[in-house]
């Protein structure tokens, strides 16, 4: 399967570019966290001549629960994003050991919250009850 493109000179084209991640976050380095790209190709729409290979992206300065979002992206002039410009592009995300201990703590709160319920109740069921 073949797709022919006629292009136009001083027609913009739809194509869609490559974003590639430069560097290692703060956030891995000294926190354990895990970078997450969330868009690996980036739709725009532009001229032939001023079509960009790829978009390079620094991650180094970002932290946990830091991210770059398609607004925060500078592809020149006469570069048109043809997605939301609120979509994430990469994230770093918070070591999994750690986002499991506080949804395990989180869990043991509620379950402790509960029984403090049902025993009240009881308290309450055997006072009416005599």
Not at 2 to 25: A, M, N
Not at 76 to 87: C, P
Not at 88 to 103: D, F, K, L, S, W
């Amino acid at each position: 399967h073949i797709d022919f493109l006629r292009i136009q000179k001083g027609v913009k084209v739809d194509v869609e570019i490559p974003v590639h991640l430069e560097g290692i976050p703060q956030g891995v380095k000294l926190s354990g966290g895990m970078l997450q790209q969330v868009i690996h190709e980036l739709p725009v729409r532009v001229l032939p001549s001023d079509i960009p290979d790829s978009v390079a992206i620094d991650v180094t300065g970002l932290d946990i629960g830091d991210a770059i979002h398609v607004s925060d992206l500078d592809l020149g002039e006469g570069v048109e994003i043809l997605i939301d410009l609120d979509h994430t592009v990469a994230t770093v995300m918070a070591p999994r050991a750690i986002v499991e201990e506080e949804a395990e703590e989180e869990i043991e709160g509620a379950e402790e919250g509960i029984e403090g319920v049902g025993a009240a109740e009881g308290d309450e069921s055997t006072a009416d009850e005599s």
